[in-house]
């Protein structure tokens, strides 16, 4: 991390597999890490090494509000917000599409970044190095009727993670009064599916052609703070590996 020592960053949803890798990596490269889900056990086991363990439903806007006082009491503004509050839910064709499941994932994967965002963008449009970051499926552009809930919720997601980098971008770059250089930057991560050493070690039979490696997300993640963020602002970034 070269642009500033040791940025603050907020990992929502951080005990899965993908969550622990960036919160490693931000750690190693120097990066304050909070960390935030529903479990204090699980955040504790899994996370000990972070500065700020949280928990909280971020899909209660209250309790993602509260969760932003108290970060602003104990640590300060925060610089990067990495949301990957996720959940996954399928069903035969598009008829056997549950009403329960869809609301299911608008609760986890629209409310609660709707929640993180809207609490923590003041933060983000104020840091030199602010990152709102999401991460969503290749199937968005190649749905299935199979998993038309699913991926109707995560195009809401992009949808909210661009109108947040229209957001940033007017008031930094794009600003008709005081334009200044871009400094935040919202953006989308792409993928196919994770996969980790655990996984592979699982199922060393089974072929995880175009899946991501927690290692290289985490490196992705780490990455963004010392990218351009006019470059990245409003971006859908692939992290699927080539063949
Ligand atoms: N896994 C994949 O192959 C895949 C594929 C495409 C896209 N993605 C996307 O990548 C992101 C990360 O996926 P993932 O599979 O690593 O993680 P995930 O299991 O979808 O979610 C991450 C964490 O969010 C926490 N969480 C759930 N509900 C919460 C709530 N209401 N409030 C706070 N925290 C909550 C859970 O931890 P606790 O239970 O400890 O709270 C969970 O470990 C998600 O956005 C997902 O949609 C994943």
């Known amino acids: 991390m070269t642009t500033t020592q040791s940025p603050t960053v907020l990992i929502a949803g951080a005990t899965s597999a993908s969550g622990v890798a960036a919160a490693q990596a931000l750690h190693d490269a120097g990066a304050r890490v909070l960390v935030a889900g529903t479990s204090a056990e699980r955040l504790a086991e899994r996370l000990p090494f972070a500065a700020g363990r949280y928990a909280a439903d971020l899909s209660d806007p209250a309790a993602a509000h509260a969760l932003a006082d108290r970060i ?15 959940g996954w839910r399928g ?3 598009l008829a056997g599409q549950s009403d329960e499941d869809y609301d299911f994932l608008h609760r986890n994967v629209v409310t609660t970044l709707r929640n993180t965002s809207r609490a923590f963008y003041a933060d983000i449009a104020a840091s030199p190095v602010g990152r709102l970051a999401v991460v969503s499926s290749t199937a968005v552009r190649q749905p299935t009727g199979s998993g038309a809930n699913y991926v109707a919720v ?5 949808a909210w993670t661009m109108a947040t980098a229209a957001g940033l971008r007017a ?5 008709k009064q005081t334009p200044v250089p871009q400094h935040s930057a919202a953006v989308v991560l792409v993928i196919k599916a994770f996969v980790d050493a655990a996984a592979r070690q699982r199922d060393p039979e089974k072929d995880f052609a175009g899946f991501t490696d927690v290692t290289d997300f985490a490196t992705a993640v780490a990455g963004l703070f010392d990218a351009d963020a006019a470059a990245l602002n409003g971006t859908r970034l692939s992290l699927v590996p080539r063949a």
């Open 72 to 86: 602003h009491d104990e640590v300060g503004p925060i610089d990067g917000l990495i949301h990957l509050v996720g």
């Open 91 to 93: 069903g035969k064709g």
């Open 154 to 158: 995560k195009a809401a997601a992009e």
């Open 171 to 175: 008031a930094q770059s794009g600003s």
